[in-house]
């Protein structure tokens, strides 16, 4: 029996795909015979993106959205499938991250993070689950693919982080129950949860979190976003028969 599956003549959709893990992860598929629709709200960087794998002798197209409005999700997902007859695999990798004291805390930074790593998650997954589940019973695979990038941090709570936490907490729990409602439709949920990784995540964070978060890990070699997207490609591309539930993954050095 084959270890692994192609992607040939399957659709995916990529939600963060502008930088990090959901830019390497649209290379990956792609590299593996997937159609990657590119979904970010940066449009030059998806369409550099959108060009390069195409250089590569890969298949992607750039869409923007503001994955934060519930139809601009609906919409992304809609013209995926009206484009390409199909939608096979889905990747919420879209998210951010702002920690700090919590009394100090801007509200809306709060708000954002729920805007965007719960509800973006949340709007793409309902509109993709009629065609995952389409594409499910119809394709050569038989089985589609929902992978969502969650973090260490959506299984340990940590100081200065509990807004963060909840939502990454939020994501992980709600792939499980997903995975448990849909396993017998033929449609795997996944969660994949990083540890540090380097990425533009902390980039959104004040100056003075950035130095502490730079001289606590000072000594640890960070994952790439390439390593995050190999587990990404090694859910998907699993033969039916395997469900990969969870994966964590952390640098070696952190502890």
């Known amino acids: 029996m084959p270890t692994t599956m192609s992607l040939t003549s399957t659709v995916a959709l990529v939600t963060g795909a502008s930088s990090g893990i959901g830019q390497a992860t649209a290379r990956r598929l792609a590299a593996e015979g997937a159609t990657v629709v590119?979904?970010?709200?940066?449009?030059?960087?998806?369409?550099?993106?959108?060009?390069?794998?195409?250089?590569?002798d890969g298949r992607a197209v750039a869409s923007t959205a503001d994955l934060t409005d519930a139809d601009a999700a609906a919409a992304v997902v809609a013209t995926t499938v009206e484009r390409f007859g199909r939608l096979d695999v889905l990747v919420n990798a879209a998210g951010v991250m702002f920690t700090g004291d919590s009394a100090r805390a801007p509200l809306r930074d709060w708000e954002q993070m729920v805007d965007i790593n719960v509800k973006g998650l949340l709007y793409v997954t309902k509109a993709a689950?009629?065609?995952?589940i389409?594409?499910?019973?119809?394709s050569p695979r038989q089985v589609a693919?929902?992978?969502?990038?969650?973090?260490?941090?959506?299984?340990?709570?940590?100081?200065?982080?509990?807004?963060?936490?909840?939502?990454?907490f939020g994501v992980t729990a709600a792939t499980e129950?997903?995975?448990q409602e849909y396993a017998r439709?033929?449609?795997r949920f996944s969660v994949v949860e990083p540890g540090l990784t380097e990425t533009e995540l902390f980039v959104h964070q004040q100056q003075a979190v950035q130095e502490r978060m730079a001289a606590r890990f000072a000594d640890v070699e960070k994952l790439r976003a390439d390593d995050i997207a190999e587990a990404v490609e090694y859910v998907v591309t699993s033969p039916r028969r395997r469900a990969v539930a969870e994966i964590v993954i952390r640098p070696t050095d952190q502890v």
Request: avoid cysteine.
């Open 38 to 56: 590119l979904v970010a709200r940066r449009q030059d960087r998806i369409e550099v993106l959108a060009e390069e794998i195409a250089e590569d």
């Open 145 to 168: 693919d929902v992978v969502n990038i969650s973090s260490i941090a959506g299984r340990f709570a940590i100081p200065a982080g509990a807004v963060y936490n909840a939502t990454k």
């Open 129 to 132: 689950l009629p065609h995952l």
């Open 177 to 179: 129950a997903w995975r």
């Open 134 to 138: 389409e594409a499910a019973a119809t």
């Open 185 to 187: 439709r033929d449609v």
